[in-house]
């Protein structure tokens, strides 16, 4: 058997005829019964040279090397079928299909189009029937076995809409060869277009929307979305799926080119092939003709004739049996009305690539790779052009219409080339392909068709949101797209842009609704309000907007019970600060830019960001120039404070501080004094000069009690605690920790606390008191879950690590350890993963894995080195034990290699290195 990549294959596939009714009558002898099918058809198939690769539901696909091999397992089949004893009180009826066509093997299963047209053409036949396309017809003309016929059934529409197929029967003369007329589009009228493809995924979408269609109550269901979404061909693809439940017929209003509600009548009358005598009212011949009739009528595109909904609804109200399946960009708001949003197709996250394998699982890299094959016929997913295909379907949203045009430039452009030019996606997204709408030939035009729908209160707020990143709320909205002469209720536009698929609601963790748009959309909205050549003025209102939430989320400013609540903004919000900052960098608005860089520290210590944040301050710093002596001083603070957060105390960074130092007190601004204070401190204590560390910080401590800065009085006394733990001084450190946790609980600062709370875990600890170490640990970690506090989240992991190693627990200390690291290397926080791989090396050779503990200990050394981090006593004394084994029982000139391996190796390795075992 042949299960190359490529290749002609014939494909026999079987289904068991109204098997969903048998189980629910038989349900105690239909798993027998199915046992024995299986049985049956497997035997038959290997006897005759072919494989079943795949059980659908009932049946099963399988694949063989020639057409012949095929046909004569059918036969078989059939007449074993025939002849078996069935366990249910009626025998069971196999509908067969043969087909044979080019397709691709790939992890035990095979793709292509071939696989979509054997199953269209078995789903049109009938219980004890075997069909064979043309294909097959050609194939097996010649070699027909004795007593075997065709019966030539004619051109059949098959229900996948694609170009008509020749169907063929088998006729046998000892098998029953009468049978119903075929399950095909032709069995009852229609005028359903074929497609020249067929449709790619959206099986959840078609059965959801064929079940929908087909209730009793509902006689108007309106697929919505915005443009290049498939709202059509979906559409028509579950007209077809469900054709043989309407008496009279299905059929396509497409309502593109009417401009006239008063035409919309006309357009059904037109596609239902009927004229009306110039002196009759369209509508009242329509309503005497569908009186009567059991039909779907497809109303395409009805955002087009959106004031003509009530006739819709008239048309229902007169026509009992009507059922009307609309696509519109909006909701028709009539009574009765269901609607269904169609979602983009789903796409994997490029910076989280799953196995090859796996990635077949999205329907967005399906639909580029088949799309890309009708140019390519050689083009294949591979390892080399995965990470640019699931770039490709991420930049598009998932959008179809998008892919499929940008797979169509896979003739010149390779994906890796294809992903550096969708920057230009409006320009370079266009089709050749002549027979399509012009709406549908280029990206830009599909979303030119919706904005051209808009009236001009929701054509300015579309343009304006456009400076948004990562979405905004009706506040938002109303503070940044509406200038102070402009009168429009913006709550009413928004929705009106929510019911046109032009921006999408979502409620999330807050009760403040928020609009989010596909990355599509919004790019389309920031090129039209460029071209409008007011996007400097809108994205300065925006950038002032988030300067003011900037200011509120200064970190001295999160000492009160709403601290969650804010760190659940800065969730939401920390991509429109960072939006702002770039603009304002680029644009030469210093002064607006160091109020926006307030939020730095928030971000980090909330989501992380921090090389992102040093870059940010890295730009203002080349503008220092032109800002005011008190704005130079808190982007040097700010610059300087980021980097040591990362493990930079470097003598550049230390002069940041004493720069920005000079500075704060030359402004006379105290709490500037004081948090370059405190920074010179930290920086003085990593180096051991606790002495003067000790100093530094006693002075922030006096300028935070007099100005009243709660949050710096707090860390001010845990940084006094630290350094005297840092000398072993437990007691005196204690005493701070308490101070600093009795301010924290009185003053509500929560942030704070979570922190004391880990400095007294580490005291107990010490202390050889490991439950209130544990306490202190778990409650550090539940606060910090709470507040969303990803960097406070990640050190409580490594501290109850290291607790769950004093107690001898070694999987769940390698648990925790790896979900440190994990955190960390999410945060970019080189401290911490020198620290933890220190840790983690300590317990790999507590296992006996001395060469990964010594591998994992030169990556430690690397990191620790680069970040000026000093290790703690026990990370000190797993390092010289490590050293010392690695001697003894390697020798110097092994022990050297392995951890030259370790400084080497990339995290990605190192992970592999510390796999941790579940714990149940």
């Known amino acids: ?69 095929a046909v004569a397992a059918a036969l078989a089949a059939q007449r074993q079928l025939t002849e078996e004893e069935w366990s249910t009180p009626e025998p069971l009826r ?69 170009e008509p197929e020749r169907v063929f029967q088998l006729v046998m003369a000892d098998l ?8 095909t589009l032709d069995a009852r009228p229609n005028n359903l277009p074929a497609q020249a493809t067929v449709v790619v995924g959206r099986s959840r979408e078609i059965e959801e929307v064929r079940k929908l269609v087909l209730r009793d109550d509902a006689r108007v269901v309106t697929l919505t979305g915005p443009s290049g979404t498939g709202k059509t061909r979906l559409g028509v693809q579950v007209a077809a799926e469900i054709v043989d439940a309407f008496e009279h017929g299905v059929f396509l209003v497409d309502l593109a080119v009417v401009h006239e509600p008063d035409r919309v009548a006309t357009a059904i009358l037109e596609a239902l092939e009927v004229e009306a005598d110039g ?59 269901h609607e269904y949003p169609v979602p983009p197709l789903a796409f994997p996250n490029p910076k989280r690539l799953p196995p090859i394998e796996k990635l077949t699982d999205y329907e967005s890299v399906v639909l580029f790779t088949e799309r890309a094959r009708a140019v390519v016929p050689s083009f294949q997913l591979s390892e080399g052009n995965a990470q640019a295909v699931a770039e490709i379907v991420h930049q598009l949203d998932g959008l179809p219409l998008a892919i499929e045009l940008a797979a169509a430039r896979v003739k010149m452009f390779p994906p890796q080339a294809l992903v550096r030019r969708l920057g230009r996606r409006f320009d370079f997204l266009t089709s050749g392909t002549r027979d399509l709408p012009d709406r549908q ?21 579309f343009l304006r949101q456009g400076v948004f990143d990562g979405g905004f709320t009706i506040e938002a909205a109303e503070r940044v797209c509406v200038a102070e002469d402009e009168h429009f209720d913006v709550v009413e536009v928004l929705s009106s842009l929510v019911d046109k698929s032009l921006l999408r609601l979502s409620h999330g963790e807050t009760e403040e609704p928020r609009f989010e748009r596909l990355r599509t959309i919004r790019d389309f909205s920031i090129e039209l309000l460029e071209e409008s050549g007011e996007a400097d003025r809108w994205r300065k209102r925006h950038a002032e907007a988030f300067a003011e939430l ?16 804010m760190l659940a903004k800065l969730a939401y919000e920390s991509e429109n600060i960072r939006t702002a900052l770039q603009w304002t960098l680029k644009t030469g608005e210093g002064a607006l830019a160091v109020r926006l860089a307030q939020a730095l520290p928030t971000i980090w210590f909330g989501r992380g960001f921090l090389e992102d944040g040093r870059r940010i301050l890295e730009k203002l710093e080349a503008q220092i120039d032109t800002l005011s002596p008190l704005d130079r001083a808190h982007a040097i603070n700010l610059s300087g404070r980021l980097a040591q957060i990362q493990g930079d105390n470097s003598p550049a960074t230390i002069a940041k501080f004493e720069e920005s130092l000079a500075l704060y007190r030359e402004t006379g601004h105290d709490a500037g004094t004081a948090r370059a204070l405190m920074n010179i401190g930290n920086a003085r204590s990593r180096e051991r000069a606790v002495g003067e560390a000790r100093a530094l910080f006693e002075e922030a401590l006096a ?53 004391v709370n880990q400095y007294l875990g580490v005291v107990a600890r010490q202390r050889g008191d490991l439950d209130t170490a544990q306490r202190h640990h778990q409650d550090s970690y539940d606060l910090f879950t709470e507040l969303g506090a990803q960097i406070g989240i990640a050190w409580s992991q490594f501290y109850l690590a290291g607790l769950a190693r004093a107690r001898g627990e070694v999987d769940r200390a390698r648990e925790l350890y790896c979900e440190a690291l994990s955190s960390f290397r999410e945060l970019k926080v080189g401290a911490g993963i020198g620290c933890t791989l220190s840790c983690l090396a300590g317990l790999e ?5 001395l060469e990964v503990a010594v591998r994992l200990l030169g990556a430690a050394n690397r990191i620790l080195k680069t970040v000026t981090m000093t290790r703690s006593t026990l990370e000190r004394d797993d390092c010289e034990r490590i050293l010392e084994l690695g001697r003894d029982a390697l020798g110097e000139e092994a022990l050297e290699r392995l951890l030259a391996e370790g400084r080497a190796l990339e995290l990605d390795a190192l992970d592999r290195l510390v796999q941790p075992q579940p714990v149940n």
């Open 1 to 69: 058997m042949n299960y190359g990549p490529t290749g002609t294959i014939t494909f026999l596939a079987t289904d068991i005829q109204r098997s969903t009714e048998m189980w629910e009558r038989y349900p105690s002898s239909m798993p027998s019964a199915l046992e024995r099918h299986d049985a049956l058809l497997g035997s038959v198939v290997e006897e005759h040279g072919g494989k079943v690769f795949k059980n659908v539901g009932d049946g099963v696909f399988t694949a063989f090397d020639s057409a012949p091999q």
């Open 94 to 162: 196999v509908r067969m299909a043969i087909h044979s066509g080019e397709a691709e093997a790939r992890g035990g299963d095979y793709f292509g189009m071939a696989l979509n047209r054997v199953a269209r053409i078995l789903a049109a036949g009938h219980g004890g029937q075997v069909l064979l396309s043309q294909a097959v017809e050609r194939l097996v003309s010649e070699r027909f076995p004795e007593g075997v016929a065709l019966r030539d059934l004619g051109l059949r529409s098959l229900k996948d809409l694609t």
């Open 176 to 183: 029953p060869d009468e049978f119903p007329p075929l399950n």
């Open 279 to 337: 002196a009759d009212d369209p509508k009242r011949v329509l309503a005497e003709l569908l009186s009567d009739r059991q039909l779907l009528l497809v109303l395409d595109n009805f955002e087009q004739v959106l004031v003509a909904a009530p006739y819709v609804a008239d048309l229902i109200r007169d026509a009992p049996r009507l059922t009307v399946l609309v696509t519109s960009q909006a909701p028709l708001r009539i009574r009765g009305e």
């Open 441 to 461: 030939r280029t990206l830009r035009g599909a979303l030119s068709w919706s904005y051209n729908l808009l009236n001009e209160d929701e054509k300015a707020l």
């Open 550 to 565: 900037a200011e509120a989320l200064e970190p001295s400013r999160l000492s009160d019970s709403g601290a969650p609540e």
């Open 703 to 755: 300028l935070y009690e007099a100005i009243g800065d709660s949050f710096g009085v707090s860390a001010a006394l845990m940084n006094l605690g630290d350094s005297y733990l840092a000398q072993g001084e437990i007691d005196q450190a204690e005493r701070y920790f308490c101070q600093a946790r009795d301010r924290s609980q009185r003053d509500g600062n929560r942030v704070t606390l979570g922190f």
């Open 845 to 849: 050779v507590e296992t006996g894995q």
